[in-house]
């Protein structure tokens, strides 16, 4: 088969037949990898005992994944679309720190280089391209948004309040040094993490430490709540959706699937 | 359009016109750089930098919230009713502190100055007029109040009783020092906060402790199925009372909004 | 009113008439003061000021709870039916121990007294004589019981296994002394509780810890699932029992809510 | 009854009458008295004090399950079927170790033959067999599974990428000294365990892991909705197939199990 431009857009954009499949898994492989590179090389010990190998990996990579932005750039119907779209940037961003770095190396900017550096992790969100099973989920999570927003702002009240009260009980003495800092608390009391770099010291503080604990536990029941009665209305919605049927008089579909007569015009499916 | 009485009314408490949207949003402006402002003075640091600063946008902010307070106390149609509700008092309570300061600045009452200083931070509940949503949330809740009464009267039956016996199993040597501070690690425990600052020592202990966890991780699922349920419920309700028809001829209901005909016999509905 | 025996019986056993109902409350005020005097008591300075107070009171309500526990005895058809039931042990546990204390205080037992007296924070479950309305979430969880056994039973499998692997990959330098130890840690960690006093230190030991946590924030959706199901299988058939309508023909009830004929002989409801 | 090699295959591999019964109850108990051993001899004290009678017993069980290994493998239709399934690899998984641990004793390879010894603690999973009720759970989890697995591609996304940040926002100073730490930070945070033993000291990190925690006490939501969605699918599932039968009248479904007549139209069923 001639590698005509139309062949090598279908390579690059679709995942239906053997070459298609295959550019998609390297693309998996090489994200994975470059990913791993990164993360490891960021251990002192791996990095000075493999640090010119990670190097040349990276560049190998950087280089592979220059090709792709390319042939992308190239080959999408509108370029400036494909540019500007989220995986053009995430795309891009994956690419350009190594470059900069680069040029960067001579001057002596080294924070900012080691900072461009670890962008480089964001080639992990370019898997997203993969993930299309996720519809449902992103779905239920979509049609709750105001739910959630309304108990993200029950929550942040909370700890504001409760912040503000631990720091007027405890002061300084415990760790409660300001109002930000006794809202950090209360958030990570609230969520149940509790680390304990800061607690209560006094009976009083302990007291409405335990209300902020009995209220975190209980409302936790909330989002799963809200998230758990989305799923299943999505999942009623897939099933009426995937009754096939016809109607054969008004040609109307979208029956429920216990329907034996058409709803809209009464004719016997 | 002249600024009657009947129009300033219509623009504070109503919000369905540009003036009155705009009074809106002038309001949440206020209230939320008003209490960022307090919480940042609470920084050593930026108190020392920026103290004046604050203590001038403050008093602007307080001047603003006594004006919009007579506005509304002017306005209403039943005076003490406002006064005298929820958000009137929180209303007060808002621009009080400020005022009181400036009295007791002279006095030695210093501590107590400081302590209604913080009181500012409930202006932050004044943004509960702009959550109008939280209704179906908030009625679920209502519904389940019953059963997570008992559940929390359960917890702290459980609480009382580990507290008790983990007071006696690890004593004052393992930070056990009296039953309230058993207590204090119970809740810590079961909401699986785990602090860290008080934790058994003793194979007993940790045995008993170690029944705790698992219990705590267990009747989470219980909170969660209640507000669950009665999210499922309030939805089914609103779903329902959205279509009350009938079939005439088999009686099924449950028909969807844009049905014409039943769907199990036909029938016109 | 004449006080006979059976007068008396009614006020004790039953709530439904002014009398009855003021024995309750008084009963309840006693219970909720006579633990909170023993959870007061192990506080060591509250002792030292008002320890001669709470003794005392301990034994005002020693003195009522045994009247109350007499006249239980007493007025009770079955006296051997009520001693030997669950709140009949409780009841006699609540009083016994202010008893005991007195006769072995001038003995050397003075550890097992102490014990003794904590017993009578046992009170508290008399409360549960109050708690009517908590029968439906015991029934959704006794429904649940098979699930919830095999849940715990994986769970318990997952922390003996995981226990062992890293009480082999961690050693006692990190503080797995002992795989019991290294269990009590994964019970620590599956739960999300995360004291700290124990923690991996090996890159390989916190890679491992890494995937319990991931699995013990997953598996808490199973109890949760399990119990939400339930509750609403609970709630349906609740709501069915509360068609209260009756078949003409054949008498029969328990018919759903959207039923138009019986459905056992056919007849219109 | 004579034993025949039929009647033992019966025994050792149903559970319907009173000999396979007997059968399984002594394997029950075995398998459990071996694993106790095994964690108990990792006890210092313990091993100190019964370490000889923890070996005897150690060799009576393994004999025993020696016994049962060859049994089943001679019992069993088709012999390399069972000898490679999973129980059959658990039960010889159960047994070398033991004798490994008796040929290698005289050679240096201690650490190896440690390792090998709580191998044993497998023997747990030999309980499986006995767990039968588990299927509907298994089934639901298995309906879910790729919801959970894009769940989980998600949550290792969201530590990878706020490892990374936290990494270059905190330094090594905090104890972030690698990404790799630094991920296994953030999972700690996001399953909210928060052991504690890394924390960020600085605002900015402090802010970042903030919003780590609300996330993970938000998302939490999904994987309990996903559960609790497919549990309920799997009860209607199984209700629904309990009843089959249509009113031939007006078509509806949905019958009870005791249904006589359609509850709709009347019509005998």
Same mark, same amino acid.
């Given at each position: ?56 990996? /990276?560049?190998? !990579? &950087? ?5 792709? =932005?390319?042939?992308? *750039?190239? %080959?999408?119907?509108?370029?400036? #679309? ?90 300084? /003495?415990?760790? !409660? &040094? ?5 809202? =950090?608390?209360?958030? *990570?009391? %609230?969520?149940?993490?509790?680390? #304990? ?73």
């Amino acid at each position: 088969m001639k590698l005509t431009r139309k062949r090598l857009a279908h390579i690059v954009f679709e995942s239906d037949d053997a070459a298609s499949k295959r550019f998609d898994v390297v693309l998996l492989i090489a994200i994975l990898g470059s990913v791993t590179i990164t993360v490891l090389d960021s251990v002192r010990k791996l990095h000075d005992a493999y640090g010119t190998i990670f190097y040349m990996m /990276e560049w190998a !990579f &950087t280089i592979l994944f220059t090709m792709e =932005y390319i042939l992308r *750039v190239w %080959l999408s119907r509108r370029t400036t #679309g494909y540019v500007l779209s989220f995986y053009g940037l995430v795309d891009l961003l994956a690419i350009l720190p190594t470059y900069i770095s680069l040029v960067v190396a001579n001057s002596h900017f080294l924070a900012v280089v080691r900072a461009l550096r670890f962008l480089r992790v964001l080639r992990v969100l370019k898997l997203g391209r993969y993930m299309r099973e996720a519809q449902m989920l992103t779905e239920a999570l979509h049609n709750s948004r105001m739910k959630i927003q309304i108990f993200l702002g029950s929550v942040i009240t909370i700890i504001l309040v409760m912040g503000t009260v631990m720091f007027f009980i405890e002061g300084p /003495e415990s760790g !409660f &040094t300001s109002i930000p800092m006794a809202m =950090y608390w209360a958030i *990570v009391t %609230l969520t149940t993490v509790g680390y #304990g770099d800061i607690s209560p010291m006094t009976p009083l503080g302990q007291f409405m430490a335990s209300l902020i604990m009995l209220l975190g536990y209980a409302i936790i029941a909330v989002p799963t709540g809200i998230v758990t009665s989305e799923i299943n209305a999505a999942k009623n919605k897939k099933r009426n959706s995937d009754d096939q049927r016809t109607c054969h008089t008004c040609h109307a579909g979208n029956h429920d699937e216990d329907a034996y007569h058409c709803k809209y015009c009464g004719t016997r499916l």
